[in-house]
């Protein structure tokens, strides 16, 4: 079976190796036909302290860490080289 992969939002760097991502998710709710979000807070792995609060981080499933740590952060993309178009 495939590990799962969810986007989420830091939400606190304060732990050494550890960040805590939240994932939110939108439902329809089953009587009132209303889209509702529902959140959920992970503590994730990461090896290198590259991610603070406030960014975007992609988890993923993992044999456990420790008590609360299942998941890993994945690196983070590489920044695409800027190109000077024009250039002065």
Known sequence: MPKRVLE????SDKGDKTVIV?????LLH????????R?????????????????KARIIECAPKSKLKR???LPKA??????????A
């Open 71 to 73: 998941w890993e952060v």
């Open 39 to 55: 959140s959920k807070r992970y503590h994730a792995h990461d090896e290198a302290n590259a991610y603070r609060a406030g960014e």
């Open 22 to 26: 939240t994932v939110e998710r939108t």
């Open 78 to 87: 590489a920044a695409a080289p800027q190109s000077s178009v024009g250039g």
């Open 8 to 11: 989420g939002v830091v939400v």
């Open 30 to 37: 089953p009587l009132l036909k209303k889209t509702v979000r």
